[in-house]
């Protein structure tokens, strides 16, 4: 069996980093998971993951004639992870469509993909984690605005096949704030709120030491609130000779268009 779910947002500083680390450690405890870093051109899982040292990333693998996927592959934290470089240089030289054959190559030896995804829906690189995804885990803050753009990731996750796994609403520090919003998402998304994630000094830490929020700070009630998203999310068998398929055969947009 196999699921790929893409991480996404519609903008930066949700905490979807944090939150597909934290997930897939969580959703690890029942299931092999695979992480892989697709934000291309503005990674930094890696230093989530205590990872920046490693020799080979995503990056050397999406090369013509680069890397084999499996050489990007690093057991961490009860995962595996696949990092991406932050290098201008290996952007530019790496073709986000071969990120279909990466992704069919590890759902062979996998139960659980997450693609932590780009925030925003404005390139090729940026949309294909989200177009390849059998579903999209949103993460917002309780904001208006960050509903908007979750919901117009869900717009386009959808025009392509992609269902909406759940929401999971992230550095909560108002309880009323997440409740009139969270009446609002129930109204516009599809799939349950996953998670309601408090504020917490503790994911900073995690992030300055390098870890995920769950090894650094298992006891906390962030962390207590992302096993408590892994509960929720219904993880579907998928065969995965069937998946790879399909990923290795999903139509690209040339042109993003999210919509308004």
Not at 21 to 28: K, Q, R, S
Not at 35 to 40: C, G, K
Not at 155 to 165: I, L, R
Not at 248 to 259: H, L, Y
């Given at each position: 069996m196999v699921e790929a779910f893409a991480v996404a947002s519609g903008k930066g500083g949700t905490g979807k980093t944090t939150s597909t680390?934290?997930?897939?450690?969580?959703?690890?405890e029942e299931?092999?998971?695979?992480?892989?870093?697709?934000?291309?051109?503005?990674?930094?899982?890696?230093?989530?993951a205590g990872l920046e040292s490693v020799e080979t990333t995503l990056h050397d693998v999406l090369v013509a004639g680069g890397a084999p996927a499996e050489?990007?592959?690093?057991?961490?934290?009860?995962?595996?992870?696949?990092?991406?470089?932050t290098s201008l240089a290996g952007f530019e030289a790496a073709d986000p469509e071969r990120l279909r054959d990466v992704v069919a190559t590890l759902a062979a030896d996998t139960e659980v993909i997450l693609l932590d995804s780009p925030a925003t829906l404005a390139s090729k690189s940026a949309v294909l984690p989200v177009v390849l995804a059998d579903r999209v885990v949103?993460?917002?803050?309780?904001?208006?605005?960050?509903?908007?753009d979750g919901l117009k990731v869900q717009?386009?996750?959808?025009?392509?096949?992609?269902?909406?796994?759940g929401t999971i609403f992230n550095k909560v520090s108002d309880s009323e704030d997440v409740t009139r919003v969270a009446e609002k998402s129930e109204r516009y998304f599809d799939g349950p709120t996953l998670a309601t994630v408090p504020d917490s000094d503790a994911?900073?830490?995690?992030?300055?030491?390098?870890?995920?929020?769950?090894?650094?700070?298992?006891?906390?009630?962030?962390?207590?609130a992302y096993r408590n998203a892994a509960r929720t999310l219904d993880v579907r068998a998928g065969e995965a000779g069937a998946v790879a398929d399909r990923f290795?055969?999903?139509?690209?947009?040339?042109?993003?268009?999210?919509?308004p």
């Open positions: 680390l934290a997930l897939g450690m969580a959703l690890a299931h092999d998971v695979t992480v892989i870093d697709a934000d291309t051109g503005m990674a930094n899982l890696l230093f989530h050489a990007a592959v690093y057991e961490r934290f009860g995962m595996d992870v696949v990092p991406c470089g949103v993460v917002l803050q309780p904001t208006i605005p960050a509903l908007s717009e386009y996750a959808h025009s392509y096949g992609t269902d909406t796994a994911v900073r830490a995690a992030r300055r030491a390098g870890k995920p929020l769950l090894a650094h700070a298992p006891a906390t009630a962030a962390a207590e290795r055969s999903a139509v690209i947009p040339k042109e993003p268009n999210p919509g």
